[in-house]
């Protein structure tokens, strides 16, 4: 039996954030991409490749994304339970997807391009989503959104493309996608018990996700601070050293 089967409480609480955020987000008006989105301010070209940094700070998703991928086929040095192998390995896959994407947007910065950013992350966003639940709530449930996280995830971002080429742009679907996990990722950790005896790597994640967020928030005032990096390429430095901690957790667990 799942130590969480009983916890009413915890069903409760995540009940009560997910219909407040849903409710919130659906009585907002439509919400269009802001053109200053991608007006980034490191934009040097180096080796005849425009907005280089930007660009080549997505190799660290790369790396971890084929780390994970190879300590899951190859060393199979990471502790989950296989019966679930699919989500960690999509999840990794994700990240690769996103070093691809990321660095194909950053090419030239708009929202086409973005659309091919935002796919891959709402993959991982709903991968990640799916194994949490799997682990802290029920292997169940875990396995029964699974599928339909990661198509909710996909049509959120097609959604917001299809609505910007009309001219109508929505994006609280993806907003939704994006932030949901996040806010619901805490409770989960501190109201369920995880089958595993350490969750550090989650919360190294959400550390790493916030430092991620601040850099990006803070892109121009870091470039001048700095005047080598951008916030926005820190971002994506952070937001890779999350996932290489949570991998490093993955090897450092095991079951109850």
Same mark, same amino acid.
């Given at each position: 039996m799942?130590?969480? +089967?009983?916890?009413? &409480? #915890?069903?409760? !609480? !995540? @009940?009560?954030i997910t219909i407040a955020i849903l409710t919130t987000i659906f009585l907002l008006d439509p919400v269009a991409q802001d053109p200053a989105y991608h007006q980034f301010i490191d934009s040097r070209t180096f080796l005849g490749i425009p907005n280089f940094i930007n660009v080549t700070s997505n190799l660290a998703f790369l790396l971890v994304g084929l780390l994970g991928i190879y300590k899951i086929l190859i060393t199979k040095s990471l502790i989950f339970d296989t019966n679930f192998r699919p989500a960690y390995l999509l999840l990794f896959t994700s990240? *690769?997807?996103? $070093? &691809? %994407?990321? $660095?194909?947007?950053?090419?030239? =910065?708009?929202? =086409?391009?973005?659309?091919?950013?935002?796919? =891959? /992350?709402? !993959? #991982?966003? /709903?991968?990640?989503?799916?194994? *949490? !639940?799997?682990?802290?709530?029920?292997?169940? @449930? %875990? +396995?029964? *959104?699974?599928? =339909? $996280?990661i198509l909710i995830g996909i049509t959120s971002v097609i959604y917001w493309a299809m609505s910007e080429q009309q001219g109508a742009g929505d994006l609280r679907f993806y907003i939704l996608v994006a932030f949901l996990p996040i806010f619901l990722t805490p409770v989960i950790l501190l109201l369920f018990q995880s089958v595993y005896n350490s969750t550090s790597g989650y919360w190294w994640l959400l550390f790493a996700y916030l430092l991620a967020k601040l850099s990006e928030h803070y892109d121009v005032q870091i470039f001048i601070i700095t005047g080598?990096?951008? %916030?926005?390429?820190? +971002?994506?430095?952070f937001a890779a050293l999350g996932f290489y901690l949570l991998l490093k957790s993955y090897e450092n667990r095991h079951q109850k």
């Open positions: 799942h130590p969480n +089967k009983y916890n009413l &409480f #915890g069903y409760s !609480i !995540i @009940a009560l990240l *690769i997807l996103i $070093a &691809f %994407g990321s $660095a194909y947007y950053h090419l030239s =910065p708009d929202n =086409p391009s973005l659309t091919w950013d935002r796919l =891959p /992350m709402a !993959i #991982g966003f /709903m991968s990640l989503f799916s194994i *949490i !639940i799997y682990e802290f709530i029920s292997p169940r @449930a %875990g +396995k029964t *959104i699974f599928l =339909p $996280a080598v990096i951008s %916030g926005h390429s820190l +971002k994506h430095l």
